[in-house]
């Protein structure tokens, strides 16, 4: 063989090693059920949107809108993509088994990020997700409690304001609240509803448990940060009946996101329980290993702590969200 042709092989052979060695564009379709919903949703995204472009992964970002019909027709449009794998972040715990079969039909792994869900019982051993990624949400739950208890000493009337009743985190946190003050027979929950995430559906919540319950409340337990802000809205509002949040009124929120931490400062917020929205760098990790054909712990849990007045300002510069 002339020395030409020699060369051009060995160019040809190299392209092609280095071709077959260059890791694969992994196209990952990530479910995100609402990031308008609060200020953890967004930072959530955001670790996503991120982590994607640190991995050189094709991202197809979908977002229900906090709809789950919705999300689910989105997580079917991901499979109809042929996507190489799915990222869920359930906005529900039920009525995932269908498109999940699909999913495994189309041989597309899927991995649960934050939420969990509940699988009809003949559904459960048939693997329809890889791995979940997320809080112990009932953890949270007993953490709050757990602060509430030794900072009152056990004598408190609670009012509660929670995530919407069928979501996983609303579910598990009100669980491990209430599994943590029944040791407490002077703590009640002497009102409890919904404010769905949001600030000003929480904060018209508080205006109704002030109107109900007035300086009967000593502290209000919020599902998540947000809610926290409008309840604390919603006691400033009522100068009539002179009660103070994070004083007269224990303020306790969940996430721990940006401005919880100036509330806290501010000492118009007492505890924040985290709830680590920065998913995005694990679960893709996760997920690259997964289609690298290598195993993946089945749970994987977030890194969390307690944030009070006392160490919010040493905290505070490090936060990432
Ligand atoms: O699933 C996590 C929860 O979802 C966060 O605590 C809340 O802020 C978000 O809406």
Known sequence: MNIKVGWCVAIAALFFCAASTQAKTYVVGFSQSDTAESDWRKANTESFRDAAKALDINLVFRDAGGNTDVQRKQVQELIDLKVDAIALAANDVKGWDEVLLKAKEAKIPVVLADRTIELLPENMNKALYVAWIGSDFRYEGRAAA?????????????????????????????????????????????????????????????????????????????????????????????????????????????????????????????????????????????????????????VIYMEESVFTQLNAAAAFPSRKY
Not at 170 to 177: D, Q, S, T, V
Not at 195 to 220: C, H, P, T
Request: hydrophobic residues 40%; negative net charge.
């Open 146 to 298: 757990a602060w509430l208890a030794q900072e009152t000493g056990g004598i408190c009337n609670i009012v509660e304001i929670t995530g919407p009743p069928d979501s996983a985190p609303a579910i598990e946190r009100a669980k491990g609240f209430r599994e943590v003050i029944a040791l407490f027979p002077a703590m009640k929950i002497i009102a409890s509803k919904p404010g769905n995430w949001r600030e000003e559906q929480s904060k018209e919540v508080m205006k109704e448990f002030l109107n109900d319950e007035g300086s009967n409340i000593r502290a209000v337990f919020d599902h998540n940060d947000n809610m926290a802000f409008g309840a604390v809205d919603a006691i400033e509002e009522r100068k009539d009946l002179g009660l103070k949040p994070g004083s007269d009124i224990l303020v306790i929120g969940v996430d721990a996101v940006h401005h919880g931490f100036e509330l806290l400062m501010q000492k118009k917020l007492n505890a924040l329980v985290e709830c680590n929205p920065l998913q995005g760098p694990i679960v893709l990790k996760v997920v690259e290993e997964i289609l690298s054909g290598r195993k993946v712990p089945p």
